[in-house]
């Protein structure tokens, strides 16, 4: 395994304090997401959404929808994690660049339409755990992208997920799923907790 990687992986820690007068810059935003928009989802359909929670007052608004956690005012930015719904009716659109560049061709494209909806049309349950799948991929990819641009994050499921859906204008379609704050750290955070033996969690088959 490349180093780099391995001692990223070994290195991250979730943060609860950020430093709040360290800026994260619109460029760095910005890289954020689209690396975010790397992660693997199920026929490239690539079914999520980002908002970029950074105005005091915006901030503000999140914590007190998150249940007081101080770290989404301290922290520069907090991205609102969405997974799409209906997003066996999204391949088409979402393909088309790779079937322009000559990656894929029409016919695997439609038969891939054909599957999702196969699978994914009439049934809310399917397209639900889809988007939480494709948004939990992205939000691990951000955290790994912020850690490698020096900075710090916390993956966060404690937020009212309706009034957050509301508070901040998601569409329809749209399922909040996931809060990552980020910036510098602060002192005071834990270094990596001790995760559980490898025999405890990994068997073969």
Not at 60 to 73: A, N, P, T, W, Y
Not at 95 to 111: N, T
Not at 119 to 138: F, I, K, P, T, W
């Amino acid at each position: 395994m490349n180093k780099a990687i391995k001692d990223l992986i070994e290195s991250r820690v979730s943060a609860n304090y950020f430093d709040p007068a360290a800026p994260v810059s619109d460029e760095q935003v910005a890289e954020l997401a689209r690396l975010a928009t790397l992660a693997p989802s199920a026929y490239n359909v690539q079914n999520w959404q980002f908002v970029a929670v950074r105005s005091k007052e915006a901030r503000e608004k999140l914590r007190d929808l998150s249940f007081g956690q101080q770290k989404v005012v301290d922290a520069p930015v907090t991205f609102i994690i969405s997974g799409t719904l209906k997003a066996q009716d999204q391949i088409a659109s979402a393909l088309k660049p790779a079937v322009d560049k000559g990656i894929l061709i029409q016919p695997v494209v439609d038969s891939w339409t054909r599957m999702a909806q196969g699978s994914m049309n009439g049934d809310e349950r399917a397209q639900r755990d889809e988007a939480l799948r494709s948004a939990s991929l992205a939000a691990m990819t951000m955290i790994f992208a912020a850690e490698g641009m020096g900075l710090s994050s916390c993956a966060m499921t404690g937020f009212d997920a309706e009034a957050v859906h509301a508070a901040f204008g998601l569409g329809a379609d749209e399922v909040p799923v996931m809060l990552v704050a980020v910036g510098r750290a602060a002192q005071g955070n834990w270094p990596q907790k001790p995760r559980r033996p490898l025999d405890h969690v990994l068997r073969y088959a």
